[in-house]
């Protein structure tokens, strides 16, 4: 095998099997990085209830992370690089919480729906209809329920 | 990442199947709509073209030197040679090509300077801390209309652009279609722009002026005439009364509170101090740059515009009530 780490040394290498190695063990460095990255996001919620079968977590993922919708405006979301907003609660532990909106039971339907239009169940609430469709809402949601702790590790 | 790209790279290109990565990897951060490697226009083309004949010079006289100096160890005590080769390549070449040269680098970018022609569109940009002013006016007609953070431009028409700064020098540079120009406060500087591409082009400031000069950008949007005209008809117009009671709500609260002391929105409200607001809702961002548009980050603009770009002019609302910011947000982006 190629992977060596005293490559240097080894007499038996030609010149351009080194180069070819060393050219391989960075791609395979860089494959790890990029497998690791990838697994930061869970792929469901940890919680039972808080599931959302139709709900692609990497896709609401990207959804919250283009900025399209303006949900980082607003909401302060651990593990998206954005400048975080101060508008809205911090979404950091939404699968460990109670409440949505301080009000509504923390369900994946009730979730779903609030998503998609926050004022018909919260008539008082700062958060517009950001127009969000529902298959985005379910993404969306599923994203949300994998965000555990409060805060980044 | 970059001292590792450097250092690999020479041995991907050994590794020969990784070549045509390599290259797509390099040719594919040279397009884009803020690159002046992938110029839309006849005087970014001209400047592309100057950086190409000076990347080639550069990399040519690089490796004559690097040539050269290997002469002398070669030809020990040969004077005559010496003098020879000091003769042509340290006097007649640098002559020549220098010579060749300027002529030709003082004509690049004339392009930007070519005298108005009667009916040319002409637009009036003028910078403020941290936003862009864009003000539409033809010669033959006296009206003038603002819009701000995006210009609207016809494909394949030169323009005229009047340049100034309200408080502190600005540049406005879309690389895509020409290079830098500054705005000085007290002058106006012209320039010709032309894009020959539709599309979508971005802009920023290129002269530090503060804070949020990074977040002072804008977008070009480079349109067929017919659509062109059929906007520029459309931003002439005033508003119209909104449909939904919602929406005439938040028109209300929108003059009530007090934000047209800064913006405008023709025919309910107008000021200069702010950008024009009348097109808010189709805007691509929201802050000349900050946010994407949309009704969440115009609301998310609104209640905290110092959070999300500190020190710029407008204030955060964070004392409005829930309906009430949603109100505001939904009427703008109904502002089409
Ligand atoms: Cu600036």
Known sequence: MCVRFNLSNDPGMSKENLVMSRASLALIVFGCFTFIAGCRV??????????????????????????????????????????????????????????????????????????QDPPALVPRTGMPDVRVSLEEARDIAAYLYTLDAPHDP | ??????????????????????????????????????????SAASIHQLGIIMYIGASAVTLLVAVLMLVPFMRKNDSRANRKLFLWTGVLLPAVTLTALVPYVLAVGHET????????????????????????????????????????????????????????????WAPNLAGKTDMIPGRVTRMVIQADRPGIYRGQCAEYCGLQHSLMAFDVIVLPRREFDAWLARLTQPVREPPAPELQQGRDLFVSIGCGE???????????????????????????????????????????????????????????????????????????
């Not at chain 2, 290109?13 to 390599?22: F, Q």
């Not at chain 2, 701000?148 to 100034?164: F, K, M, Q």
């Not at chain 2, 204030?315 to 009430?324: K, T």
Request: with cysteine.
């Open chain 2, 262 to 336: 800064c913006h405008t929105v023709r025919g309910v409200v107008e000021s200069r101090r702010g950008p024009d607001l009348t097109q808010v809702g189709a805007r691509r961002t929201i802050g000349a740059g900050t946010l994407p548009g949309g009704v969440g980050n115009i609301a998310a603009w609104i209640a905290s515009a110092q959070h999300l770009k500190p020190g710029n002019a407008m204030r955060s609302y964070d004392q409005l009530e829930g309906p009430q910011l949603r109100a505001l947000a939904y009427y703008l982006e109904s502002l089409k």
């Open chain 2, 1 to 42: 990442m970059l001292p590792i790209f450097i250092r690999w790279t020479p041995l991907m290109i050994r590794n020969s199947r990784s070549v045509p990565l390599l290259a797509c990897v390099t040719l594919a951060s040279c397009a884009g709509p803020q690159s002046a490697l992938d110029p839309a226009g006849p």
């Open chain 2, 113 to 172: 300077r070519t005298p108005a022609s009667p009916n040319q569109l002409s637009i009036d940009v003028t910078g403020s801390l941290y936003w862009w002013s864009m003000s539409y006016r033809r010669t033959s007609e006296l009206t003038e209309i603002a819009t701000a953070n995006e210009l609207r431009l016809p494909v394949g028409e030169p323009v005229e652009l009047s340049l100034r700064s309200n408080d502190v020098i600005h540049s406005f």
């Open chain 1, 42 to 115: 869970p792929p469901t919620s940890s919680i039972p209830d808080r599931q959302v079968p139709e709900g692609d977590p990497i896709r609401g993922r990207a959804i919250v992370a283009s900025g399209a919708h303006g949900c980082t405006g607003c909401h302060a979301i651990p593990g998206i690089r954005a400048r975080s907003g101060v508008v809205g609660p911090p979404l950091g532990g939404m699968a460990q919480r109670s409440f949505i909106a301080g009000q509504l039971p923390n369900t994946p339907n009730v979730l779903v729906e609030f998503l």
